[in-house]
């Protein structure tokens, strides 16, 4: 069975400090919303979390069409969603006021 991690490694990232980057970065403003995790093929989506306080329906409609993202999945129990993401809109997309962390997804194996 596999369940996506994004869920659990989102939020846990949220609550924890010292959320590294994962990958270098070429985002084009001063202070890029932390990339963390590792690409996964088996998950190839990344997991956008939104800042307290953000309408997360209404923002992620907003980043959905001002953004070329497919494979759109909203978080019902945090400010989040999931997509497949280009790296030219990821780094668009990290500059963006209203994001706070970018997550690479994951696959958890469960035996």
Do not use: W
């Not at 270098?24 to 989506?45: D, Y």
């Not at 329906?57 to 280009?86: C, K, N």
């Not at 997309?93 to 469960?110: A, N, T, W």
């Amino acid at each position: 069975m596999r369940i996506s991690l994004g869920i659990f490694t989102a939020a846990a990232c949220l609550a924890a400090t010292g959320c590294a980057d994962a990958t270098p970065s070429r985002p084009a403003c001063e202070h890029p919303a932390p990339l963390t995790g590792t690409f996964n093929p088996e998950a190839p989506k990344y997991i956008v979390m939104l800042n307290d306080g953000v309408d997360p329906h209404a923002e992620t409609a907003r980043l959905a069409s001002r953004y070329p993202f497919t494979g759109l999945v909203e978080y019902q129990t945090f400010p989040a969603f999931a997509a497949d993401i280009d790296d030219d809109t990821l780094d668009l997309l990290r500059c963006e006021s209203s994001v706070s962390v970018v997550r690479h997804d994951g696959v958890v194996h469960l035996d």
